[in-house]
C-alpha cells in the first residue's frame, strides 16, 4: 500500500533526487511522484522492484501451470514420452527409447 508519506513532487525529487534515492535504498519502498498534485510517475528501490518483478514471475508461471492443467482436463494434451520424442525430433537428437 502506498501510504501518504511515499507521495512526492516531481519538483522536489528532482531538486533532492540524492535523499529520495537515499531513503528508497534505506526502507526499500516506493515513492509516487506527482505534477500539479496529480500522480504522475512511480520511481522505486532496486529491492522493490525485485519483489514486483519475482511476484510477477510467480503469476506467469502460476498462470502457465493452470493453463497445463486445463489442457490436460480438456484431453488436448499429450503424453510425456511423445512430446520428448517430438522435441528430439525437432532439434536432431536421439534419446533412449
Known amino acids: ?5 511515499n507521495i512526492r513532487s516531481l519538483t522536489d525529487f528532482r531538486q533532492n533526487a ?12 516506493v515513492e509516487v511522484l506527482t505534477v500539479n498534485g496529480e500522480a ?3 520511481v522505486m528501490s532496486p529491492q522493490a522492484f525485485d519483489d514486483l518483478a519475482e511476484k510477477a514471475h510467480q503469476a506467469e ?3 502457465k501451470i493452470k493453463r497445463g492443467m486445463a ?5 488436448d494434451g499429450i ?8 522435441l528430439a525430433d525437432k532439434h536432431g ?3 533412449g527409447q
Open 1 to 5: 500500500m502506498i501510504r501518504t508519506d
Open 18 to 29: 540524492k535523499d529520495h534515492l537515499d531513503r528508497l535504498a534505506e526502507s526499500g519502498g
Open 40 to 42: 504522475k510517475g512511480v
Open 61 to 63: 508461471i502460476t498462470a
Open 71 to 75: 489442457e490436460i482436463e480438456a484431453g
Open 79 to 86: 503424453e510425456a514420452r511423445q512430446g520428448m520424442n517430438a
Open 93 to 95: 537428437l536421439k534419446i
